[in-house]
């Protein structure tokens, strides 16, 4: 990439290698929620052989689970509290959006 001359090359490079790197993070996150689903499958047999009654994950559990991976993740690279700010100015903004017209000039005095 340093030899690249070409502006425009380089910036390719660049775009190539970041995507390269967003599709292995997606795959290493797949692999965790997909180990953790099988986990808890496991733990659902073993209380099926052991006489109870077989269930099956909602699918609000299996988001469930997915939310908590994300979240370890954010916390552990130290951007979880980035990461909320932005969705409550998020949050906020729609808020912001669906009152109407009047109460929102209140809002803001």
Known sequence: MKKTRS???REEIQQTLR???QEKAERERGDRIRAKLAEK???IRKRVQQGGKTFYLKRSEQRRIE???KFETLRKS???Q???AKKR???ASKDHKSMPYRRRAEAVE
């Open 82 to 84: 980035s990461y909320l």
């Open 19 to 21: 995507n390269m790197q």
């Open 89 to 91: 100015k998020r949050n």
């Open 67 to 69: 939310l908590d991976d």
């Open 78 to 80: 130290g951007k979880l």
């Open 41 to 43: 499958k496991r733990e």
């Open 7 to 9: 502006r425009a090359r």
